[in-house]
């Protein structure tokens, strides 16, 4: 079944995460928010009991109303959380991951990603999985953004950190960091900031994006005393990207480039590395971070933290990540719907 409805009006598809972690009481409070704010009309695929007793476990008068297709997300979400069946096969124990679990957590994301193709959801919203479960279970890739990038045929999908207005972009994601320096090349600078301004475009409304490059070395390398990398890797990138037609500028050492000020400079800070990405990002918005994947036919968006196994069953996760995430998927959705 397909619908005529434009994306901006289509719910968001939840997928359930890891179900030992906190995924699924912030998608509880998520829709306590979205409920009492008017939107954004999302359904969870996760598993309705599994999701009905972790809130009368902490507590929570929280609805949940099984739905057989997206469809009848909206029409549902006023009175209950909407959850499209994603059976688990072992029960749950807030903390305590089972493997056995993984191919439920693997099928959310893939059941979520067909239905946005398929015109049927607006935009993809995951919840935090735990890698090392899905590893054991014989999960192939790095993570969601590699995972998503096969679903949907890309190549090379970019990761984006964004909180309010601040964004950023790691040239190489999770990798040590030996081998993120083994990794970064020029080619692989001016993929992620060709990707990266195109989304600034499409996604943003930003008609002139303006990327901030990060040298990779202590102040950029000092002019080749501290490492010939920024003269022989970044500069050049650089260069080929204003060449491209896009305003960018670095190699800037990531010292000075992230104080108020020099944030007021561009859109989007291209990162050579995931630390020196997201170090300032969670330092700024520790709560409010969203994980985007840019250079997809679809829009994703995730909370920026992990599944929290500590807290995990105790209702005391702060659902404000998963809040923003899913309040930028509606966005951006709405902005693409309007292209």
């Not at 409070?29 to 902490?58: H, M, N, S, T, Y």
């Not at 398929?118 to 999960?139: C, E, M, Q, S, W």
């Not at 692989?188 to 070395?217: S, Y």
Request: glycine share 8%; proline share 8%; charged share 20%.
């Amino acid at each position: 079944m397909t619908t005529s409805q434009p994306p901006s009006r289509l719910p968001l598809a939840l997928t359930m995460g890891e179900p030992a972690g906190i995924g699924g009481e912030i998608a509880l409070k998520a829709w306590q928010a979205a409920r009492a704010a008017g939107g954004p009309v999302f359904f969870a695929l996760d598993d309705p009991e599994r999701l009905a007793a972790l809130a009368r476990q902490i507590g929570w008068d929280i609805p949940v109303m099984t739905i057989a297709a997206p469809e009848d997300a909206a029409g549902v979400f006023a009175r209950a959380l909407p959850v499209l069946p994603v059976n688990l096969p072992h029960s749950v124990a807030p903390g305590k991951p089972d493997p056995a679990n993984a191919p439920a957590v693997i099928e959310a994301i893939r059941r979520a990603v067909e239905l946005t193709q398929a015109g049927r959801a607006a935009a993809v919203v995951t919840n935090p999985i735990h890698k090392k479960v899905l590893y054991d279970a014989g999960f192939r890739h790095p993570g969601h953004t590699e995972y998503l990038g096969e679903l949907t045929g890309v190549a090379r999908p970019v990761m984006m950190l964004a909180t309010g207005e601040f964004r950023v972009v790691p040239v190489t994601i999770h990798l040590s960091l030996r081998d993120a320096l083994a990794a970064l090349t020029t080619e692989a600078i001016v993929d992620r900031g060709r990707v990266t301004a195109e989304a600034l475009k499409r996604d943003f409304a930003i008609a002139q994006p303006r990327l901030a490059v990060a040298g990779l070395n202590p102040h950029a390398g000092e002019e080749g005393a501290l490492g010939r990398e920024d003269i022989e890797i970044v500069a050049p990138a650089v260069a080929q990207l204003r060449a491209l037609g896009i305003q960018a500028v670095g190699p800037l050492p990531s010292d000075t480039m992230f104080h108020g000020a020099a944030r007021a400079t561009y859109d989007t800070a291209l990162c050579m590395y995931h630390d020196q990405a997201l170090i300032p990002l969670k330092t700024l918005g520790f709560d409010q971070g969203v994980d985007i994947t840019l250079g997809l036919p679809i829009v994703r968006t995730s909370p920026d933290h992990g599944t929290a196994f500590n807290i995990a069953g105790t209702g005391a996760a702060n659902a404000s990540s998963l809040i923003a995430a899913l309040h930028m998927a509606a966005e951006m959705a709405a902005r693409r719907a309007a292209n």
